[in-house]
């Protein structure tokens, strides 16, 4: 989704290609069988070349087999010149092949410094969404061979649109099937589950882009199309673009399906939950929809039927999204059924987002385990969220909260410590985030007070009494001086207050000393102001208010 994340994709898939050559090309013997079952050239080492050398039709579909697309687009050519006709359904088989593998070799896949030369020459940086997607160029070896055909039939229609499609070519997708008609054919069921995808692309309103749905589902009841499983997939997915308008068409497309004997697979529920719920946001509050759809999935055991049901192979493993699953364990169950998964999956398999590590920190509230704070902020750290605001707010309020044990409080304060460095400086002295009067106060009442004079932000009444019982409890007098100090200097009308309680609740003692000599006092005086003579420093500050 990011640039940064693609690099890290395109360096992790480059290091494992290196990896897999290294090991065919130092022990080649061990890569010379093939157990595969069923065997599956494509994906054996390059070693395994072609068998068939002559030009025929039977080398065609060889090389169509072993998905080598241009060797087989050249072959093609070859025996056109040659005067040797190749049949439709191989042709066809040719076009499924170029259409499918975007007209270059599978190999060539994802090779960002082949798709983005142009753009690096340009100056500019490529958008992540286009790093991974490939597009569909005009006049290609699909284009140039459909146009070849004397009498192309509806499976060469079906490879050229579905491909257009796949390549976002969309309008050109369109403008094909109205070709399609005009030649007195009728598109198959694939055609019409590629152009129903398309549709959201090829309309600007949201209505639009329904009735172009709703148009393509009619004209395959008057062409006699019946649907199938990947024919609901699809228009769910295309209700996935359509705002507001896809959550009150979703359920009557499930339900008009279902009369038809079509159910919903594992990749349905997942689009229908897109549907309904922003990917990456929370979901507290709004599980009516889950609810409904764990009730409809429970028990039931499901086999991948969609390419796309393959994000949810296993419903015990992913639950629809990863996302929905964690946010759903956080709010029904308890926080070591939660923490089990957590640590089984992120962030090797899931990487959560900002939002779930929220309600991660919820969770552990909710269970009463603040102790394990420290730990979620270092996985934070890890994942990249350390600048979000609203998480690390969240995590500070959690840890100032309340009081506890001195194991967890120093584990707290080392965390707050770390915090700090965060809302200092980031890399190359970048500040990442900016104070407020809640992350100051929650951070000093884990840590320290000074920050507020430094940044340049007023402490509450409350955090100033609650600082004060804590430094009282721990002994630490000259820290309940320095807290009146920095009330006196911004000025706070609870500044006489504090004082009359630090000489209620404190010894203050040496008073021709410049500095603070102070213990506590058992038994402080009931008037205010009465307590024994206090150092200069303090006297001097009493005088001046």
């Known amino acids: 989704k990011t640039s940064s994340e693609f690099k890290l994709f395109s360096l992790s898939q480059e290091s494992g290609r290196n990896a897999a050559k290294y090991f065919i090309n130092t022990y080649p013997k061990y890569f010379q069988k093939d157990y ?18 002559e030009a025929s039709e039977a080398a065609l579909i060889e090389r169509i087999r072993m ?42 896949e994802n ?21 991974l997607k490939a597009t569909w160029k005009e006049n290609n070896n699909a284009e140039r061979i459909f146009a070849l055909l004397s009498e192309p039939n509806t499976h060469s229609y079906s490879a050229l649109i579905r491909g257009m499609v796949k390549y976002g070519a969309y309008s ?17 069921v694939q055609t019409f589950n590629a152009l129903i995808i398309a549709a959201p692309e090829v309309k600007e309103k949201y209505n639009e882009k329904w009735e172009l ?40 497309v499930i339900s008009e399906m279902k009369a038809l004997s079509i159910d919903p697979s594992l990749a349905s529920y997942n689009h229908l939950l897109t549907i309904f719920y922003k990917t990456g946001a929370t979901i507290q509050g709004q599980t009516d929809i889950l609810q409904e759809v764990m009730n409809e999935v429970s028990g039931k055991s499901f086999t991948a039927q969609d390419p796309d049901d393959g994000i949810c192979i296993s419903l015990q493993r992913c639950l629809l999204t990863y996302a929905r699953f964690f946010s759903l364990l956080c709010m029904m169950e308890n926080i070591d059924v939660m923490l089990k998964w957590y640590r089984d999956l992120v962030p090797s398999v899931y990487y959560p987002s900002s939002n779930i590590m929220r309600d991660l920190l919820q969770a552990l509230d909710t269970d009463n385990r603040l102790d394990l704070i420290p730990q979620i902020w270092k996985d934070i750290k890890q994942l990249g969220h350390a600048n979000r605001q ?21 584990s707290f304060a080392e965390c707050a410590l770390d915090i700090k460095k965060i809302y200092d400086t980031g890399d190359r002295g970048k500040v990442l985030l900016s104070w ?40 630490e007098v000259n820290q309940a001086v320095e807290l009146v100090q920095i009330s006196a200097g911004f000025c706070l009308p609870e500044t006489p207050k504090l ?16 500095h603070v000599v102070a213990a506590p006092s058992s038994n402080p005086p009931a008037a205010p102001f009465s307590s024994p003579p206090a150092s200069a420093h303090f006297s001097s500050l009493c005088v001046s208010l």
Do not use: W
């Not at 697309?69 to 025996?79: E, H």
């Open 36 to 53: 595969a079952q069923p065997h599956i050239p494509c994906l054996m080492p390059e070693t395994l070349e072609a068998q068939i050398e």
């Open 67 to 108: 998905r080598k697309v241009k060797a087989a687009v050249d072959l093609y050519d070859q025996l056109l010149q040659a005067g040797t006709s190749v049949s439709l359904d191989v042709t066809n088989q040719l076009l499924d092949l170029i259409c499918f593998c975007g007209d270059h070799d599978p190999a060539q």
């Open 111 to 131: 090779v960002p410094e082949q798709r983005n030369e142009e753009t690096a020459k340009k100056g500019r940086a490529p958008k992540a969404s286009g790093l």
């Open 172 to 188: 050109k997708a369109f403008s094909t099937y109205t070709d399609l008609l005009n030649n007195r054919l009728k598109a198959d």
């Open 213 to 252: 749905i709703v148009d393509l589902l009619k004209q395959m009841a008057e062409q006699k199309v019946k649907p199938n499983l990947l024919t609901l997939n699809a228009v769910l997915k295309a209700l996935r673009r359509c705002g507001t308008l896809g959550k009150s068409q979703a359920f009557p």
């Open 390 to 410: 609203n998480l690390v707010e969240e995590l500070l309020i959690l840890m100032a909260r309340e009081k506890h044990n001195q194991e967890v409080q120093e």
């Open 436 to 475: 407020t009067a809640g992350s100051l106060s929650d951070l000093i009442s884990v840590e320290m007070l000074k920050l507020f004079k430094t940044h340049n932000r007023v402490p509450s009444e409350e955090l100033l009494n609650r600082f004060l019982t804590c430094v009282k409890e721990a002994g």
């Open 499 to 514: 004082i009359q309680r630090v000489q209620q609740e404190f010894e203050l003692t040496d008073p021709g000393s410049s």
